[in-house]
């Protein structure tokens, strides 16, 4: 019975290169969500998917950022020529399909430090 | 623009006593709130959610309350325990599911 599962819990990247984090959401969870959180904040919306298909992307940055959900396999958070205002925790939800969509069940975060 | 604000970044309680933790909105709109809780290191636990057409939720040691005329939500855990120690989120949903959280507050419960 598994939760939400990320990986990795922390990554290291140089200022332009890239960061691919993954979600692997609960069993049975077809949606998925995005949130980031700087350091002295709470978290803040980025992206919210279902499989294939991006719901929302209003938190997303226009650009170097970009978010999937394919139909196998976890979701992927990917952040090209990062720069050191991309360090954050990032953290991916789940939520049960067809449900209220309420409770919003969260993985453990990756820690993205970029030097 | 902050729509959901905490605006105590910290309380300390002593163990067997009640603690408060506040939270205000700005968007009517919103028609779910939750509280997470959450350890350094770890993702935010969820603790208890409230429809915005009640005005009292009640699980165990928490409670929330609703009084959306003052917009203004609570979280009262009691009786207090060292175990809770942790971040407290307050969570708003707005359209599409999304979750509008606040700042957090530090809550500190001393044995």
């Known amino acids: 019975n598994a939760g939400v599962m990320q990986n990795p819990r922390h990554l290291v990247r140089r200022r332009g290169q890239e960061a691919r984090l993954r979600c692997s959401p609960v069993?049975?969870?077809?949606?998925v969500y995005w949130y980031r959180q700087l350091p002295e904040e709470g978290l803040k919306f980025m992206v919210y998917?279902?499989?294939?298909?991006?719901?929302?992307e209003s938190g997303m940055p226009k650009e170097r950022f970009s978010a999937e959900f394919p139909k196998e396999g976890p979701s992927i958070l990917r952040i090209q020529q990062v720069v050191r205002g991309d360090s954050a925790a990032y953290f991916c939800?789940?939520?049960?399909?067809?449900?209220?969509?309420?409770?919003?069940?969260f993985g453990p975060g990756t820690r993205l430090t970029v030097l | 623009d902050q729509q959901v604000k905490q605006n105590s970044p910290s309380l300390s309680v002593q163990e067997g006593r009640i603690s408060i933790l506040n939270c205000d909105y700005t968007?009517?709109?919103?028609?779910?709130f939750l509280w997470y809780k959450k350890y350094p290191a770890e993702g935010p636990t969820f603790l208890i959610s409230?429809?915005?057409?009640?005005d009292k939720n009640e699980d165990g040691r928490f409670t929330v309350f609703l009084n959306k005329s003052a917009k203004h939500l609570s979280l009262h855990i009691v009786p207090s325990q060292p175990g809770d120690s942790a971040v407290y989120f307050c969570?708003?949903?707005?359209?599409?599911?999304?979750?509008?959280f606040g700042a957090g507050t530090i809550l500190r419960v001393k044995s």
């Open positions: 939800a789940s939520s049960p399909a067809g449900g209220a969509g309420n409770e919003q069940f």
């Open positions: 069993k049975g969870h077809s949606h």
């Open positions: 998917l279902q499989k294939e298909n991006i719901i929302d």
């Open positions: 968007n009517s709109m919103f028609d779910y």
């Open positions: 409230i429809s915005s057409i009640k």
């Open positions: 969570a708003a949903r707005s359209y599409g599911n999304k979750l509008v």
